[in-house]
């Protein structure tokens, strides 16, 4: 569900109750608003149970949100999205979501932390880092943390926070689907071509790992 | 698992047999191969059925393997993967897996893509494009064309086809776990700091959406 086909009338009721997932709201109706709203703790839960972080994830994490907050509501580069990177205790990379300003959906808080952390250390590697972010990564954030091979994840507020504002839920829900229900059609040809080159880069001695 | 820790000998099998997972080749052993690269076509499946393209894609398609070659094979940016967006007939951009190159773990074909078609058209949402890629949609770049609005993705080549190469099939696997099972650690601090950012953001009326 994109957030772009939005009513006026609809965010108004939205930004008077804290926490209401947009589409339990259209399922349920005006109604349901407020009793939704009072059980707003119950749904301010991430997807999965995760354990409690430290002393010291407090310290990284509350620049995660210092960061959150200059990207959504002080410079509006993007999401209320910040993320910082850390190794070793040296912050590697510090972040927020530039998705307008840079004009580029990847641009998450997450990703942009990635991007510049690697590009800090001359490697697609994070082995040994821990990324804060300020919020549950979305699929598109965990799977870019999987490939750079990050050791740890500590986030703050979860999809449910924000599930009236973004799609990171609906995402999430959209892949547990097999293709011919996507949200995005999708369609193959030519996989004997395709695989035709696959076997000439496994015939690369120093073929690309990573 | 990592492909870094690929061992020279286990190179040289995988690359006598067509298509081997590298995960069924560790559990079944040396002698299993034989029979895996005689059942090669039953392996070289997508990981959902997707119906067949047609002429139209397979001309773009053809484009995008180019990219692919061009990446993995000649020129080395990276992974053989390679990715075409297209609107309305114009091709909006065409790219290479560009990791290694970049040293960015999110500079997969479709991402690239995706990237610079928005900034070609100077917005982040590419609704109405097909993105033409040679090999099926990792997690990350998927949920980037979520986010993208794309309505379209056609691919060639599926993760069954180089599974022995790279983590595709893995990070979806990862994805369908709970967090405490994840392949990264997971923790949650300061998530009511993050929520008051939340509040802060809902109350502005003309707030990012994407």
């Not at 339990?24 to 409690?52: C, D, N, R, T, W």
């Not at 300003?101 to 697609?124: F, L, Q, T, Y």
Request: hydrophobic share 40%.
């Amino acid at each position: 569900m994109s957030s772009s086909n939005d009513e006026t009338s609809l965010d108004k009721l939205f930004s008077s109750a804290r926490v209401v997932h947009r589409r339990h709201f259209l399922a349920v109706g005006a109604g349901g608003i407020v009793a939704a709203a009072g059980s707003a703790e119950a749904l301010a839960k991430p997807a999965y149970p995760v354990p409690a972080g430290n002393e010291e994830d407090r310290k990284y994490m509350a620049q995660a949100i210092d960061l959150m907050r200059k990207a959504g509501v002080t410079e509006r580069t993007g999401g209320a999205f910040g993320a910082i990177i850390v190794r070793n205790g040296e912050v590697l990379s510090a972040t927020g979501n530039s998705v307008l300003r840079d004009n580029d959906p990847s641009a998450h808080a997450e990703v942009n932390a990635i991007r510049a952390a690697c590009k800090k250390i001359g490697a697609p590697n994070l082995k040994g880092a821990t990324m804060y972010t300020s919020c549950e990564c979305c699929p598109m954030c965990y799977s870019t943390a999987y490939w750079a091979r990050l050791d740890r994840i500590v986030f703050a507020a979860a999809w449910s926070d924000y599930a009236d504002l973004f799609d990171d839920s609906n995402i999430n829900a959209d892949m547990k689907q097999p293709y011919a229900k996507r949200k995005i059609k999708m369609a193959q040809v030519m996989q004997p071509e395709a695989e035709k080159v696959w076997q000439e880069f496994r015939k690369l001695p120093d073929r690309a790992k990573y």
